[in-house]
């Protein structure tokens, strides 16, 4: 993963996230402040059944410390949808059923707002990471970008609902539509993650 692990003044942390595309978007947007090292591949997945973002956020950072002994960051995030009174929410990944794919969860998105006139699919992406030391310790950070849900899916970049959310700020592309530095600029994640890597102690205090 990034951080060029050579370098002594990169923090150490194991990345709590086993969704590639995911994983390389944290990456991406944390560079070189932040040494990621990749989920281990025999950690079970994480029941995701807290009710809120950090909660989330908190159940995965704290399983990754306690199978590796290592620092961990782990990120929660949703869409949340005012003419669904803020659904998804916490069940973004999972909103048309516990194995969904993308493209099932956009589609049921869509449905549930196929009625909804234009100037009332407002909508927001919010996320919170956390970072967490083996000894309790944590800093957590959160970013938000408002938007709005389109009529239908456009750009073939992204994940999870990108095609269909317009961004504050974006020139009116969606987040699949947006390259990848000027999504990050102004996404929900790249704020959290900035704000979190500005909160983080000195290389020594990351030391167990």
């Known amino acids: 993963m990034t951080g060029r692990a050579g370098s002594g003044s990169a923090r150490r942390f194991v990345l709590a996230s086993a969704n590639p595309k995911k994983a390389a978007e944290i990456a991406e947007i944390l560079g070189d402040r932040v040494h990621l090292i990749p989920r281990p591949t025999d950690v079970p997945d994480v029941v995701e059944d807290a009710a809120t973002f950090e909660g989330n956020a908190r159940l995965k950072a704290v399983a990754l410390v306690r199978a590796t002994g290592e620092p961990a960051i782990a990120d929660d995030s949703g869409l949340i949808v005012d003419a669904l009174d803020g659904a998804p929410g916490v069940r973004s990944a999972r ?102 890597a500005d909160q983080l102690p000195p290389t020594e205090a990351n030391v167990e």
């Open 95 to 196: 909103y048309a059923g516990e194995d969904a794919s993308d493209e099932d969860n956009v589609r049921l998105l869509l449905a549930a707002l196929a009625d909804v006139p234009p100037a009332e699919r407002t909508a927001r992406f919010h996320c919170v990471v956390l970072a967490r030391w083996p000894d309790g310790r944590e800093v957590v950070a959160q970013g938000t970008v408002e938007g709005h849900i389109t009529a239908a899916p456009r750009g073939s970049a992204g994940f999870g609902y990108d095609p269909v959310f317009v961004p504050e700020g974006g020139g009116g592309l969606t987040f699949a539509e947006l390259g990848s530095a000027p999504k990050h600029a102004i996404s929900h994640r790249g704020r959290a993650l900035r704000s979190l």
